[in-house]
């Protein structure tokens, strides 16, 4: 079992800066791959960012790059969301995922059906 308590949620004007932070427990977190994935109102639970176990590579949605960057510290087996240069659009509900049993420590994954454990999610909102 791993639990995820995702932290850093918030209402921010537009061009601002929020950092999300989630905090796992329970498995080696080094082992695991990690996703951040947003759903709006009315839409599917997208992937914005993906690291692989050993961090050094990374995946991020084409509408959120060079504005979100992704990392891990797997001394404090954290996974942080840096969000910058905010925009209306990015407003969601945003989610921790973690994945155990990775093909490679240097694999990501896209997909929610891939991922086996989900934080309860926290709301971003980007007033214009």
């Known amino acids: 079992q791993v639990r995820l308590v995702e932290s850093g949620g918030g209402l921010v004007q537009a061009g601002g800066s929020l950092r999300l932070s989630c905090a796992a427990s329970?498995?080696?977190?080094?082992?695991?791959?990690m996703g951040w994935f947003r759903q709006a109102p009315g839409k599917e639970r997208e992937i914005v960012a993906a690291?692989?176990?050993?961090?050094?590579?990374?995946y991020y949605v084409e509408s959120v790059k060079g504005r979100f960057t992704i990392s891990r510290d797997d001394a404090r087996n954290t996974v942080s969301l840096q969000m910058n240069s905010l925009k209306p659009e990015d407003t969601a509900v945003y989610y921790c995922?973690?994945?155990?049993?990775?093909?490679?420590?240097?694999?990501?994954?896209?997909?929610?059906?891939?991922?086996?454990?989900w934080g309860q999610g926290t709301q971003v909102t980007v007033s214009s």
């Open positions: 690291i692989s176990a050993s961090g050094g590579n990374t």
């Open positions: 995922a973690a994945r155990t049993g990775t093909a490679s420590s240097k694999t990501y994954y896209l997909n929610p059906d891939e991922y086996d454990y």
């Open positions: 329970g498995r080696t977190f080094r082992y695991l791959a």
